[in-house]
Each structure stands twice: as structure tokens, then as C-alpha cells.
């Protein structure tokens, strides 16, 4: 017996949540796009949507289900998040043999500009960095000015440097971090950043095993993403920072200030974990982009 499109649909979802194990954050977004689309489906083909209407879709009506969407205001990345549930969702049918259809595999995906990393200046850098480090409470301003310096000097991600653990101080003169997609990279240490842990840890109130989180919460509990990035919101307020000034801003200013003073590309690359050349180039870009503003500010032919 054929089975409706929404009993599909639920299917689809409980496959992605045991076997492929995504987040609930992602089945939500995932199963949101899906319904969406079968509604769309059901008043653009008039009727019940079920296994046989899915067979016999066409790309015509999948891109039709964009145009609507589009015109209701869903933007390029919404676009390719509900064209990724979509193929999810025909590839499930395909694998279990109950359908299969390349109408989603047709449609392109559109291209999503990406912009361009927007780096604090090294005064702006240095500044965070100094304010960070005059919280009234001793400790914790050890530690804000110990993780922006980490940040900052060795290009971290947030959550990379929030993976450190007590047994990793004192750190020595580089550092092996795990990065994505599980792939390692040294990373060189600066006096300014060890000074700064090993102050920050000399510091620390609460006792810990080796493989207890370095960087902490007031309470003693592993400190988050989202303390690091409302410690940055307040520096913003306190410093007239760009709202772009943010903890992942640091690891763009380790990068950029790298190159203009004449780290090589290749380097730099490797000292950020990027897997591609062309994800470290965009700094470059950042680099041309100020000069060029410079030379016509300053051009006497302008």
C-alpha cells in the first residue's frame, strides 16, 4: 500500500536521527524545509501527495516550490538548506527502494557569496585584550585576557582553545591542536601567550585532574562559547568595537596581521588548520582591498 508523503517524511527524519545521528537543531531545520515543500506540493499539484506524485516529480516543480519561497524573503543559504533536505529526503526513498527520482538532484544550488573575514586592527586587538584583563575579579580577568592572548597569538578557533585542559599548562613552545574534521596541526606558541595562561592558571580557584577543562565559568564548570562571545559583547560596548568584533574576529586578526607582515601564505595556512589554500587566500583579499582604499585616498590623480 502506498504510503503518504508526510508518513515518508517522518521516516526520513527518524533515519537521520539514529542512523546518521544529526543534531536535534538540524532534524528541526530539516523537517520544517520537508514540510514546507509537501505543502507547497499538495496545492501546486492539487491534490494528496504521496509516493506516486513524488515519483513523478519534475525539476520544474521543485525550482517552482524556490520561487515561492524566495518571494517570502528565504535568502541564498535558507535556499540551500532546503534544497539539501530536499536530495536528503529522495536519496532516503532511493536507498530504501521505494522510489527514485532525479528531479532534486537537478536543481542547481545556488552560489552563496561568501564575504570577507573582517579582522580588528592591532591596536583594536591589543586593546580587547588589555580591557579584558581589568575585570574586578582577579581570576576571572586572568582569564579573559589569557584566552583573548590565545586567540590572538595562535589563530585558535573558540573551540579549541576552550578544549585545552589543565594538564596541557604550562604550555611548551607549540601546541597540537585537534582541529576539524579531526585533523592535527602544531601550532607555535608566543611568550605573550604562555605568560598569559600561566597566569591565568596560577590563578584559577578550583582544583581540577589533568584532563579537566582549562578555561572555566565563575561556578567552576567548563567555560562556554557563549560566555567567550558575550565577554567580546562587552568589550564592543566598552571599546566602540565593530559588531563584528567577536572571539572568531581574533583568529581573522592573528591571520591577516600574519600576512601584512610577511608571513607567507602557505604558513599561515597551515597554522590555521585550512584544508584548502584558497580559504587562507581571502586574507590576501582583505589586504589588496585596504591598499587599493589607501592608494585612492592618497593618489594625487584621483
Known amino acids: 500500500m502506498a504510503r503518504s508523503a508526510e508518513e515518508l517524511r517522518k521516516d526520513w527524519l527518524a533515519s537521520l536521527a539514529h542512523e546518521r545521528r544529526f543534531s536535534p537543531h538540524t532534524l528541526r531545520a530539516y523537517g520544517d524545509d520537508l514540510a514546507r515543500f509537501l505543502g507547497f506540493l499538495q496545492g501546486h499539484l492539487g491534490g494528496a501527495v504521496g509516493e506516486r506524485a513524488l515519483a513523478k516529480l519534475a525539476p520544474a516543480d521543485i525550482r517552482a516550490f524556490i520561487t515561492v519561497r524566495r518571494a517570502q524573503g528565504l535568502g541564498a543559504k535558507g535556499v540551500q538548506r532546503a534544497l539539501a533536505a530536499i536530495r536528503s529526503f529522495f536519496r532516503h526513498l532511493a536507498r530504501e527502494d521505494i522510489l527514485d527520482s532525479a528531479a532534486a538532484r537537478s536543481v542547481r544550488t545556488p552560489r552563496i557569496r561568501k564575504g570577507l573575514p573582517r579582522p580588528l586592527s592591532e591596536v583594536d586587538a591589543q586593546r580587547a585584550i588589555d580591557v ?26 573558540i573551540s579549541e582553545a576552550l578544549g585545552l585542559r589543565r594538564g596541557d599548562v604550562p604550555l611548551g613552545a607549540s601546541i597540537t591542536i585537534l582541529g576539524k574534521g579531526r585533523k592535527e596541526r602544531v601550532v607555535p606558541v608566543l611568550d605573550a601567550v604562555h605568560d598569559a595562561i600561566a597566569r591565568y592558571a596560577d590563578k584559577i580557584p578550583f582544583t581540577g585532574a589533568k584532563d579537566a577543562p582549562l578555561f572555566l565559568s565563575r561556578r567552576g564548570n567548563a567555560m562556554s562559547a557563549r560566555e567567550a562571545q558575550l565577554l567580546m559583547q562587552r568589550l564592543r560596548g566598552a571599546l566602540g568595537l565593530s559588531d563584528r568584533a567577536t572571539p572568531h574576529a581574533l583568529r581573522h586578526s592573528f591571520a591577516t596581521h600574519l600576512l601584512q607582515h610577511g608571513g607567507d601564505l602557505r604558513s599561515v595556512q597551515e597554522l590555521l588548520g585550512h584544508a584548502s589554500l584558497s580559504t587562507t587566500q581571502t586574507y590576501t583579499e582583505i589586504d589588496t582591498r585596504q591598499l587599493a582604499k589607501v592608494y585612492a585616498k592618497a593618489h594625487p590623480r584621483q
Open 132 to 157: 579584558a584583563g581589568e575585570n574586578g575579579i582577579d581570576w576571572i580577568a586572568a582569564r579573559d585576557a589569557a584566552l583573548l592572548t590565545l586567540l590572538y597569538g595562535a589563530g585558535l578557533r
